[in-house]
């Protein structure tokens, strides 16, 4: 357990360039993006601006010393923030950033992923990147990362113009092997918030996409475990599935009813406080979208 694969290393590339032009051709095929609504909060312009802002941070994270940061008015929000401060920080980012004409967009979007690409072509994708509230990411995880931001923000405005949109289970499943294992292996900061006692809760996960690993929760603090040491909760999941849910797309309880994520063990009963502590940020993206759930 540790180890980034040469596999996944071109995994994560490979399903950067895809999933950003197909993010592309689908923003430019909707029609007035800077009026259309994606959600409830955001226009499809607005959101394609949130995750270019993401993209711009990681040029600039990715090439410490050598590119300004580009939100430098929010640079100790990002240095400080919590799970539960994201969303205050990216309406900060999004303040600051203000183009919104959508041809504009998708071009510096494209350039941003091309220089990420080529930036890091010869990179060590396990070397560990400075990112939000202290912690620290893998640059798989940042690959990884913002993959899942073009996954599920796609999904937003396929949702909303009622255009088709796949989240291909090997692309979504990165989020979790890179990015959030990533970020659990190498160091978490205070992303969870002060650290303070708590019980011990053990929660496998499983996957056909991702390897199996044991998530530890002991003082909001988290650890890796390998698995089948006597684990509370056994969690199956299905990528796309936790992601959408993980980031409010989806309820818990209709992520359960598809079948899509599973829980058993000894101790399920201490899942949703293992999940009321280790969540993620839900509210960095708006939860209402445009068109009610069915």
Known sequence: MGT????QWQQSRDALRRTSARFLDLVTSVPDADRRPATREWTVADTVAHVRSIATLYTALLQPGQVPHPFPR???????????????????????????????????LADDVDCILEVTEQADPASPIPW???????????????????????WDIARAVKARWQLPAPDAALF?????????????????GPQRPGRRIAVEF?????????????????????TGQGADV?????????NLMLFGRISKLRAALTGKITARGPRLW?????????????????????IPEM
Request: net charge negative.
């Open 234 to 242: 056994r969690l199956s999941f299905d990528p796309p599935t936790l």
């Open 74 to 108: 929010a640079e100790s929000q990002i240095d400080n923030a919590t799970v539960d401060t994201v969303a205050e920080m990216n309406e900060l980012m999004l303040r600051q950033f203000t183009e919104r004409d959508p041809r504009v967009l998708t071009k510096m």
């Open 4 to 7: 980034i694969t040469v596999g």
């Open 132 to 154: 939000l509230g202290g912690s620290q990411v893998p640059v798989a995880g940042v690959l990884a990362h913002l993959v899942n931001e073009l996954l599920i923000h796609g």
């Open 176 to 192: 979790f092997e890179l990015f959030l294992v990533g970020l659990i292996r190498r160091q978490q900061g205070g992303l969870l």
């Open 206 to 226: 499983h996957s056909r996409h991702t390897t199996p690993v044991t998530f530890v929760l002991r003082d909001r603090r988290v650890t890796l475990e390998d």
């Open 270 to 290: 201490l899942l949703p406080e293992f999940l009321r502590i280790v969540h993620l940020p839900e509210n960095s993206y708006p939860k209402t979208p445009a």
